[in-house]
């Protein structure tokens, strides 16, 4: 049997003998799209291959180390998570919001 355990933000796989991960571990992920070391542009692939439940939060104007509270809105739902978790619930991630629908407001090509 496979499982994931997570300590301190690390997920520590542990797999069948193929090395599948069996149990997903839910995941939240912050990007800073003015970030040069962590390119929001990686960051936003490595989320789209997650197959867990996952949150991504994303920061118009953050950089790789925010300084002034830039990243309070990161660490606010990272404190949301760890409460939840620490309880045993399962973390608080957000319904996905389906994508527009084009031919809802007429712009279907035709």
């Known amino acids: 049997m496979g499982s994931i355990r997570v300590k301190h933000g690390w997920a520590e796989r542990k797999g069948n003998s193929d090395g599948a991960v069996i149990n997903p571990c839910p995941t939240l992920i912050a990007v800073g799209l003015i970030d040069e070391t962590a390119r929001a542009a ?62 809802a407001n007429g712009s279907a090509s035709r």
């Open 42 to 103: 990686g960051v936003l692939a490595a989320y789209n291959a997650i197959q867990a439940p996952k949150e991504l939060i994303i920061m118009p104007l953050q950089h790789h180390h925010g300084d002034g509270g830039a990243q309070n809105v990161y660490q606010q739902r990272f404190d949301e998570w760890k409460a939840a978790l620490a309880v045993g619930k399962p973390a608080p991630i957000p319904a996905p919001t389906p994508a527009p629908d084009p031919a």
